[in-house]
């Protein structure tokens, strides 16, 4: 077990230039986590904010990197896979060679477009890991709700207006619960706020053949309309009043890996991010604000 | 018919900026178009922007190679050889650099021919905006420069705001900075630039796929793309403060941070995004911000 | 088996099946549509039975079996798959994105006719709507010729100087499900003529890192990759004239890119592809004993197009008659385009008929084929060509009204 950020290593598998935003929750979740999984990787990613990362003639990262399109990384995956095993079979790859594969998605393909693929590879036993980066809508395109987008949550396609004052009127799906009820061996949540918890993360499931399966909330300055500078606090705060929390399932054993002490309230988080703003002025949104709190009231009951 | 080209970063403004333009030209009269270049459209990255003015209907679409008035939005897009943005300006043309820096001194750096004109529009978007937002402040501009009369601009401004916010304060503060602009810059009669540079046609030479594939065999290159240029304010440690704590460092998304040999916390500054996240985060105080000024 | 050369009654699934179990192939990402699933259902048999060394995986759609297809190859291994009509529509926009990877894995497609309505039967709705994406396209006639292009389409697609993703395409029912004597060919042969596949340009391992398929900003960037990908397609047709010469030496089969069938003296060309040439070329013989001198083309290498064949084929013919078994809604016929194309700018070039006929496996009578010969031949004399036509008879109609009458359209 890692107890503090000073023991997380310096190395650095992904360096820095990439065309992310300023402030990039996402990226810094996808730091940590290639930070935990070393060197010997390929990324598979799809459709979303991550597909810049790689424009040609340039890569950030020090492994590989293949893009597929934005339903099929999971699949990508399993091809990958499947070619790296049948080479070292048959001889004609030293395991030296072998490769952790790793497939990058953002919201709208893991929780929507992707479910079909991904649902395919963790049934498949697919040895590898998925990371989620979720910025709780399809950030790519500007910002229109996703599967991921939480209730009253403003996007492109769910502003706030006369008929609609509460922006997204849908609820944010579980997509933990959607991969355990596939009993995959090892499936996490993660924030990019609490680095050490990524990194034991992936340190307990090294080692596990099979699906091994991450969710970074992500906060997305352009997308929640917030400063760049306040990504990790916003991610902190998601995790401090309950909405984000941090949790593994083992074998599909759930155990939370951070409790709060006491949960800050949610309009803590809600109230200084511009996709929230509208419920709180011009009129405050009484009924949607206590709904929000009882929801995860509710959840950690 | 005159063609303008905006350079800004992502977020800056330099699509509204062109659509203030567009709009106080059609107020005026004028046929005119103006779209932005999208890319990888992100906060920061460079971004690219036009305008054309015309008293004709105008057949051209697209990219203008060849503008007769360029403006500059963030003075770093000078040393980006990715946005180059004063490729394709004639002699005739004009640039507007967004700078602290003086028009002579900007010309003798850069090497520029042609007319240049300079003004610190982000001191003036802080002082009142409050925020590095400068689409009004270009727009005001660049229609000073194509000699626009100051109420089109204020119509443009009022329109293009009202799209995207209800806040009436927040347009009046866009209308006082952008007329402040139009006030500080001199107008200026341009020559529109009609001439084409010739580059031959070839013949595509093909190439098998180990080169012709769209891969990227060096890694983690990106380093080149100094994406350090993107910021608007700079963290500066104080190690009198610093205790070592590595929460910065960690902290950083695009792990710009390292420690130096004593063990304090650096930022690689050519390519530190700015986004302050480490100064936000440090629980001693110790990194303040600092306004960026492009030092020669 | 080793030694000799062996005949066997197989339909054209098992041929296919056949040569990919030749061809050394490593990996199969599968997914089961009428009426390609024989082919997958013998590889996966064959695998399980220890009689193939390969990686068998069934994918959850085509779309993801097409991903792990190119995603494999872009690894480094010979990878096989297979699919037909909404399948290949299903994987669609993945047939851009591997073909784009430069990955050289062939993948046999079994024409059917697309829906609405949806049906079974074969047409080339499927495979033409695929001439765009960078795949390299061979149409085969018969069981025999289906395996043999599936070894030919393996040299071609991972020769150097292509490096693109083959498609070998047959009709469903008409050659899937029927058999007919095939030649197996020795396997220690066909080692010698396809050796193992050793990619130098798309690979992925942990001592040189390598970023695929990444993004492009910028059209003169995009437009430098797409035409290298037209260019390297193009360069399949000298390879494949390489490649088929080289087949016939070893196997004593050969493939030209197009096949001419009584073609030598015909003032008047019958142009079709795929099984229903067979039908065609049966016409072509009857109108022979008539003493017409009428020939058939067949087109074989659709991708690249083998335009200079083409040309050199029709050149001197009085009139030529397309029968397009598929149509371009509001169009008509691809392939009467696409040989109108070629032929444009010949100086003396044959009238150019159009016809739609076969469409979802409709049988094509003799009546229809004479018909086709005579409007092929009163053209030529009167200078008049006819308009575009479907080929559909009384009888069809007839049955037709029937139908309606019962659907309560009557």
């Not at chain 2, 070839?202 to 890694?219: K, L, Y």
């Not at chain 3, 669609?92 to 894995?105: C, D, H, I, N, Q």
């Not at chain 3, 084929?369 to 009167?382: E, K, R």
């Amino acid at each position: 077990m890692i107890k503090s950020i000073k023991d997380l290593t310096f190395e650095e598998q992904m360096l820095p230039g990439t065309p992310a935003c300023a402030g990039c929750g996402g990226l810094l979740a996808l730091r940590h986590c290639l930070k935990a999984l070393g060197e010997k990787t390929v990324i598979v990613n799809a459709a979303g904010c991550f597909t810049l990362l790689c424009v040609y003639p340039f890569t950030p990262f020090k492994s590989s990197w293949l893009y597929t399109a934005m339903a099929c990384a999971p699949a990508g995956a399993q091809g990958v896979r499947d070619a790296l095993n049948i080479l070292i079979k048959k001889g004609r790859l030293d395991e030296k060679e072998d490769l952790k594969v790793v497939v990058l998605t953002g919201d709208g393909a893991a929780y929507d477009m992707g479910l079909s693929s991904t649902s395919g590879a963790i049934y498949r036993n697919l040895d590898f890991y998925y990371i989620c980066y979720d910025n709780e809508a399809y950030g790519n395109t500007g910002f229109q709700s996703s599967g991921a987008t939480p209730f009253g949550s403003k996007t492109g396609t769910t502003l706030p207006a006369e008929l609609n004052p509460l922006g997204s009127e849908l609820s944010k799906k579980d997509l933990f619960e959607i991969w355990r009820s596939h009993k995959p061996p090892y499936l996490a949540t993660i924030s990019p706020s609490h680095p050490v918890d990524i990194a034991n993360k992936f340190k307990k499931c090294e080692g596990i053949k099979g699906p091994k399966l991450f969710i970074a909330h992500s906060p997305c300055p352009p997308g929640w309309a917030t400063e760049p500078r306040l990504s990790a606090k916003f991610a902190k705060l998601a995790v401090e009043t309950g909405i984000w929390p941090l949790k593994e399932a083992l074998y599909g054993e759930v155990k939370h890996t951070l409790i709060p002490k006491k949960f800050k309230p949610v309009e803590e988080y809600l109230s200084e991010q511009g996709r929230f703003a509208h419920l709180f002025k011009p009129i405050r949104q009484e009924e949607a604000i206590k709904n929000i709190q009882e929801r995860v009231n509710r959840y950690w009951k | 018919m005159l063609k303008v080209r905006f350079h800004g970063r992502g977020g800056q403004g330099a699509k509204i900026a062109s659509r203030v333009l567009g709009t106080a030209a059609f107020l005026e009269g004028y046929y005119a178009q103006d779209f932005p270049l999208y890319g990888a459209e992100r906060r920061g990255a460079p971004i690219a922007a036009f305008t054309r003015i015309s008293k004709e209907p105008i057949l051209e679409r697209g990219v203008i190679s060849e503008p007769d008035v360029i403006v500059v939005m963030d003075e770093t897009l000078l040393d980006d050889p990715l946005a180059n943005p004063l490729s394709g300006l004639g002699k005739e043309g004009l640039v507007f650099i967004n700078t602290t820096h003086k028009a002579e001194d900007i010309k003798k750096r850069y090497r520029i021919d042609a007319n240049v004109l300079t003004l610190d529009i982000t001191k003036i978007s802080l002082d009142i905006l409050g925020k590095p937002i400068l689409s009004a402040l270009a727009g005001g501009a660049a229609s000073k420069i194509v000699r626009l009369k100051e109420t089109s601009l204020k119509e443009a401004v009022t329109r293009e705001l009202s799209d995207i916010t209800h806040e009436k304060g927040l347009i009046e503060k866009n209308i006082e900075a952008s007329i402040y602009c139009f006030n500080a810059l001199p107008s200026v009669l341009i020559k529109s630039n009609a001439s084409h540079k010739k580059s031959d046609v070839i013949t595509m030479p093909f190439e098998a796929a180990d080169i012709s594939s769209p891969s990227v065999t060096i890694p983690a290159n990106t380093p080149l793309k100094k994406t350090g240029n993107w910021r608007i304010f700079k963290p500066v440690w104080d190690y009198e403060l610093c205790t070592k704590c590595m929460t910065c460092v960690m902290r950083c998304p695009d792990g710009c941070i390292r420690v130096n040999e004593e063990g304090f916390p650096y930022s690689d500054y050519e390519n530190c995004k700015g986004c302050m996240i480490c100064a936000e985060e440090c629980p001693a105080k110790a990194i303040r911000k600092e306004r960026e000024v492009h030092a020669w | 088996m080793l030694g000799k050369m062996t005949k066997q009654m197989l339909t054209g699934n098992a041929s296919i099946a056949w040569g990919v179990r030749l061809s050394d192939v490593d990996y199969i990402p599968a997914y089961p549509v009428t009426p390609q699933t024989e082919i997958i259902e013998s590889l996966s048999k064959w695998i399980r039975e220890g009689q193939m060394d390969a990686g068998f995986v069934t994918m959850d759609s085509e779309h993801s079996m097409i991903t792990a297809a190119g995603a494999a190859s872009a690894t480094g291994v010979r990878v096989f798959t297979a699919t037909s009509s909404q399948g290949l529509m299903y994987g669609f926009e993945m047939l851009y994105t591997v073909s784009g990877w430069r990955v050289p894995f062939v993948m046999a497609n079994v024409s059917r006719g697309l829906s609405s309505p949806i049906t079974l039967e074969p047409d080339h709705n499927d495979i033409l709507a695929a001439r765009d994406t960078g795949f390299l396209q061979i149409h085969c006639e018969t069981c025999q010729e289906a395996l043999d292009s599936i070894l030919i389409a393996y040299r071609l697609a991972e020769d150097k100087s292509v490096l693109l993703p083959a498609i070998v395409n047959m009709d469903g029912f008409y050659l899937s499900f029927t058999r007919e004597p095939v030649e197996i060919p020795n396997k220690e042969i066909v080692r010698e003529f396809l050796p193992p596949y050793k990619p130098t340009h798309a690979f992925f391992r942990a001592s040189q890192p390598m970023a695929q398929g990444v993004a492009v900003l910028g059209g003169h960037i995009y437009s430098y990759f797409k035409y290298q990908m037209h260019m390297a397609n193009n360069n399949a047709l000298s390879i494949y004239k390489e490649v088929s010469e080289e087949f016939k030496e070893t196997f004593g089969r050969g493939y030209g890119t197009v096949e001419g069938y009584m073609l030598d003296d015909a003032e008047y060309v019958l142009i079709m592809s795929n099984s229903f040439s067979a039908m065609g070329k049966a016409a072509v013989k009857r109108a022979r004993e008539k003493g017409l001198r009428i020939g058939l083309l067949r087109l074989r290498l659709l991708r690249p197009f083998p335009e200079e064949d083409i040309r050199e084929a029709l050149k001197g013919r009085k009139a030529s008659a397309v029968i397009d078994q598929n149509i371009s809604v509001g169009k008509g016929g691809i392939l009467y385009s696409e040989i109108a194309g070629v032929l444009y700018n010949e100086k003396q070039r044959p009238l150019l008929l159009s016809f739609i006929g076969g469409l979802g496996g409709k049988n094509i009578s003799d009546a229809e084929f004479d018909f086709i010969f005579d409007a092929m031949m009163n053209a030529y004399s009167t200078g008049n060509v006819p308009q575009p036509a479907l080929l559909y008879t009384e009888a069809e109609l007839e049955e037709m009204e029937r139908l309606k009458r019962v659907a309560g359209k009557g």
